[in-house]
C-alpha cells in the first residue's frame, strides 16, 4: 500500500454525494472559502429520492461543482492542502461517486484524503458560522436520515443520549407531506402549508413523552415518529371519507408539525436538564423549519444559548464535510487509499455512555 502523504496545512476541498444534493467546498482556517451545491431536481417527479438518478446526476455535476467553489476561492490545485469526502452513511451508489472523484484527485495530487461521517458533518456546519457553537454542547441532529441527540463532549468525543426507533424527523416530514399530496421534500412544504393553519384543531399523538420515564431509561431522550406519521395518515383517510380533505390540509398539517416540534424539542430540554449543559446546537434539514427554531429559542431563552446554521448549511453542504476532515487531518488522521464507502457507518467517537 502506498503511505498517504502528512496534511501540511492549506485549504481543504470539501465533496458531499450522499444523497440528492452534489456539492463542493474549500475551506481554511479563516471559514468557508468557496462552496457550491445542487439540489438535484430530477427526483421531484417521483416524489422522493431514486439512488440510481442520484448517482448518474452527482457524476455530471460533481467535476463542475469543484471548479466553481475552487473559482469562488481563488485557489488552484496546488494549493488545496487536503481531501474530506462523506464516505456514508447515505445511498452507496451516491457516496462513491464523491468518494472515488476525492480519493483520485487527493492521489493525483499526493495530499491526504479523509473520509468523514455525514452526520458530524452536520455537527461542524453550525461552527463554520457561529464561533461559540463548539463543545461542550447538546448537539439535535434531525435530517431526512437520521434524528440524534447527543452531548459533545469535545469535538470526537460524543455521548448518545436518544435517537429516533424508527423514521427519522425529516422522513416523517417527507412522508406525511406526500400523503397530503405535498411535493418532495416535504419538510418545507408543510411548513409552508402550516402557516395558514391552526395546530390544535385536530389532535395527533407526541410519542415517547410519557412523564413517567426516567433518565436512565431509553425511552426519555429516545423518540419515535413512525407512529405519528400513520396517525397523520389515518386521520387524511378519516377526512376524506368524511367531505375531503379539501380546506383542511394547512390545519393537518400544522398540527403534523407542532407534534414533532413538541417531541423534539422536549426531548432536547430534558438532554440539557440531565447534562446541565446549556449551549444547544442544531444541525440537518429539519433545523431550516422556523418552527422549530422559534420554539427552542424560546425554551432556551433563560440563560441557554441555541446555535442554528443559516439554510444553506443547514441541508446537506461540503462545507461541513472539508471542515471536519480539516480538524481531524491537523490532528493527524488521514484515510488510507483503501477507503470505501459504507452506507450505514458508525459515527466516529459516539459512545452510549
Ligand atoms: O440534512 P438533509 O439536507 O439531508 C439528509 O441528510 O437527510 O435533510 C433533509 C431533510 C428532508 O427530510 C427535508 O424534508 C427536511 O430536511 N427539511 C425540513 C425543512 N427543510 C428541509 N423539514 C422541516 N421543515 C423545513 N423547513
Ligand atoms: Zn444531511
Not at 453550525?126 to 434524528?147: D, Q, R, Y
Amino acid at each position: 500500500m502506498i503511505s498517504t502523504a502528512a496534511y501540511q496545512g492549506g485549504p481543504v476541498l470539501g465533496i458531499e454525494t450522499s444523497c440528492d444534493e452534489t456539492s463542493a467546498a474549500v475551506v481554511d482556517e479563516s471559514g468557508i472559502r468557496g462552496l457550491a451545491i445542487l439540489s438535484q431536481d430530477a427526483h421531484a417527479a417521483f416524489g422522493g429520492v431514486v439512488p440510481e438518478i442520484a448517482a448518474r446526476e452527482h457524476v455530471r455535476s460533481l467535476g463542475v461543482l469543484v471548479r466553481h467553489a475552487m473559482q469562488q476561492a481563488n485557489v488552484v490545485d496546488e494549493e488545496i492542502g487536503g481531501v474530506g469526502v462523506t464516505a456514508g452513511p447515505g445511498l452507496v451508489g451516491a457516496l462513491l461517486v464523491g468518494l472515488n472523484w476525492g480519493k483520485a484527485y487527493a492521489f493525483a495530487s499526493g495530499i491526504p484524503l479523509l473520509g468523514v461521517h455525514h452526520m458530524e458533518g452536520h455537527l461542524f456546519g453550525t461552527a463554520l458560522e457561529h464561533a461559540n457553537a463548539k463543545p461542550p454542547f447538546i448537539g439535535l441532529l434531525v435530517s431526512g436520515g437520521h434524528t440524534i441527540l447527543l452531548e459533545a463532549r469535545g469535538w470526537g468525543d460524543y455521548r448518545l443520549l436518544g435517537q429516533t426507533r424508527d423514521d427519522a424527523a425529516g422522513e416523517a416530514f417527507d412522508k406525511v407531506a406526500r400523503r397530503l399530496g405535498l411535493a418532495y421534500p416535504g419538510g418545507p412544504e408543510i411548513e409552508r402549508v402550516a402557516a395558514d393553519g391552526k395546530a390544535g384543531r385536530f389532535s395527533l399523538p407526541r410519542p415517547m413523552l410519557s412523564s413517567r420515564d426516567h433518565p436512565s431509561d431509553a425511552a426519555y431522550f429516545d423518540m419515535s415518529f413512525s407512529g405519528l406519521k400513520t396517525a397523520a395518515a389515518m386521520l387524511a383517510s378519516e377526512l376524506e371519507r368524511n367531505g375531503g380533505l379539501n380546506g383542511l390540509v394547512p390545519d393537518l398539517a400544522a398540527e403534523f408539525q407542532e407534534a414533532v416540534i413538541d417531541v423534539l424539542v422536549e426531548k432536547t430540554m430534558r438532554a440539557v436538564k440531565f447534562t446541565n449543559c446549556h449551549r444547544v446546537v442544531l444541525g440537518g434539514g429539519v433545523a431550516r423549519n422556523s418552527r422549530l427554531r422559534n420554539c427552542l429559542s424560546e425554551r432556551l431563552a433563560d440563560g441557554g444559548e441555541l446555535y442554528i446554521p443559516s439554510g444553506r448549511l443547514a441541508t446537506d453542504n461540503a462545507a461541513m464535510i472539508a471542515e471536519v476532515a480539516r480538524h481531524r487531518l491537523k490532528n493527524g488522521e488521514r484515510s488510507s487509499w483503501s477507503l470505501n464507502a459504507d452506507p450505514s457507518l458508525a459515527f466516529p467517537g459516539l459512545v452510549c455512555s
